[in-house]
């Protein structure tokens, strides 16, 4: 079974940074294509970005672009999202997620098998 978990949240100004991270279980994350996501109260979930664990392939939103950096821990089974110059409109709820590999759309939900709990992000302006 696999369960992912994520932690790194929290509240910081805008300008500011914080790092996300997914430690999964059950499964080495070197056999997942992963991928993180965020969504807001009442909206769909938006990909924000994934990364082809195999070969180290990294995909973006637009809005994220030069912002922020997905990566990954093969030792510590763990995913991670740095996330700098963050801005208010980057408030809303975090989700790592996972697949098995095949082909895919990077930072489309419904390409995902498991997702982890969630961990809030807040930008005060």
């Known amino acids: 079974q696999v369960q992912l978990v994520e932690s790194g949240g929290g509240s910081v100004q805008a300008g500011g940074s914080l790092r996300l991270s997914c430690t999964a279980s059950?499964?080495?994350?070197?056999?997942?294509?992963m991928g993180w996501f965020r969504q807001a109260p009442g909206k769909g979930r938006e990909g924000v970005a994934a990364?082809?664990?195999?070969?180290?392939?990294?995909y973006y939103a637009n809005s994220v672009k030069g912002r922020f950096t997905i990566s990954q821990d093969n030792a510590e089974n763990t995913l991670y999202l740095q996330m700098n110059s963050l801005k208010p409109e980057d408030t809303t709820m975090y989700y790592c997620?996972?697949?098995?590999?095949?082909?895919?759309?990077?930072?489309?939900?419904?390409?995902?098998?498991?997702w982890g709990q969630g961990t809030q992000v807040t930008v005060s302006s």
């Open positions: 990364i082809l664990i195999r070969d180290g392939s990294t």
């Open positions: 997620a996972a697949r098995w590999g095949g082909s895919w759309s990077p930072l489309f939900a419904d390409d995902y098998n498991y």
């Open positions: 059950g499964y080495s994350i070197s056999s997942f294509q």
